[in-house]
């Protein structure tokens, strides 16, 4: 399974930007999506996740913010950012996890850069 994350740039404070995540290989279900990011010099910081028939989960810090979605027949995540701030620069990592004809996979993507700077 591989995931092709995009969307990232350069955005001024009070910006938006749209993330996407994309699956492929021999999927067969998807149960959970989520966004996740990283800053210089931080760790790795949940930010939300979807899953099958369930609510969408947020982190805190972003709840009012940020916005998760998922496109199943696509095989696609989505982060709708809203009103960000220098403190959102970071690399975004989307994180998929379910079942191919193999077995269970987690799989991580390469990450978008967000940079938000006026």
């Known amino acids: 399974v591989q ?3 995009s969307g990232g740039g350069l955005v001024q404070p009070g910006g938006s930007l749209r993330l996407s995540c994309v699956a492929s290989g021999s999927i067969l279900s998807i149960n ?3 966004w ?3 800053a210089p010099g931080k760790e ?3 930010l939300a996740s979807i899953s ?6 947020y982190a805190d810090s972003v709840r009012a913010r940020f916005s998760i979605s998922r ?4 095989k696609t995540a989505y982060l ?3 009103n960000l701030s220098p403190e959102d620069t970071a690399v975004y990592y989307c994180n998929v996890r379910g079942y191919t004809d193999r077995g269970s996979f987690g799989s ?3 990450g978008t850069l967000v940079t938000v700077s006026s």
């Open 44 to 46: 790795r910081e949940f």
């Open 32 to 34: 959970s999506m989520a």
């Open 36 to 38: 996740y990011r990283q």
């Open 3 to 5: 995931l092709q994350a």
């Open 80 to 82: 709708q950012m809203h």
């Open 71 to 74: 496109d199943d027949a696509k």
């Open 52 to 57: 099958s028939g369930t609510t969408p989960v």
């Open 108 to 110: 991580w993507g390469q």
